[in-house]
């Protein structure tokens, strides 16, 4: 059987060959940028990039996903002419988290960011995953799995590790808030470094 019996017309033929390759290029792109997302990046170590360099390529390979996803959803729709209801709320949770990413949301309320930001990955990945699983590709989103589940173990193992044992002492002056920390386990500080530090226990 020839392509030219699978579809009416050579123009829906050729819009659903890209909407194919779409799909696929835009699912395959998703374990990259949950790595590039991660804090615990393994990329860093092997590359000396920090992390600011990484989040630059994390929310370009975001803008470049949405678009692939949004002409796989667009020619699927022309070729179809029906709605598929899991991959337009997928694709419109992306949308938001790259309306929700920008920088004035990321500058002055960045906790809010944050908490939106994940809630709003997960929900996009939860329901792409429900559209793709009866489709196919889901090595990609495995991957996917795999790389946010390594993130987060490093973060609690890293906090269990170095985390209750160190004390903070945290004091005011005006607008100004100074906080000291006494690392429990040796840590040679050198200019440049950083930390995230995260207050599990407040003594008042």
């Not at 996903?65 to 337009?88: E, K, M, Q």
């Not at 960011?113 to 990945?125: G, R």
Request: proline residues 2%.
């Amino acid at each position: 059987m020839g392509p030219e019996t699978l579809f009416y017309t050579k123009n829906i033929e050729f819009t659903r060959f890209i909407g194919d390759r779409a799909s696929i290029l835009g699912v395959s792109l998703l374990p990259v940028l949950f790595l590039f997302g991660g804090r615990k990046n393994a990329l860093m170590f092997f590359t000396g990039w920090s992390f600011d360099t990484f989040n630059v390529f994390h929310k370009w390979l975001g803008r470049f996903t949405f678009i692939i996803l949004a002409v796989h959803s667009s020619t699927y729709a022309y070729v179809y002419d029906r709605a598929n209801y899991l991959g337009i709320v997928a694709i419109v949770l992306m949308g938001v988290i790259i309306i929700g990413a920008c920088y004035p949301l990321r500058h002055y309320w960045y906790e809010i960011f944050l908490v939106f930001h994940v809630l709003a990955a997960a929900s996009f990945f939860g329901t792409a995953w429900h559209h793709v699983i009866e489709h196919g590709y889901m090595n990609y989103f495995y991957a996917t799995v795999a790389v946010w589940a390594f993130d987060i173990f490093v973060r609690i193992v890293r906090i269990a590790i170095a985390g209750p044992c160190n004390q903070a002492k945290i004091t005011a002056h005006g607008d100004a808030v100074y906080v000291a920390v006494k690392p429990a386990l040796r840590w040679r500080a050198k200019a440049g470094q950083y930390a995230f530090i995260y207050v599990l226990r407040h003594n008042f």
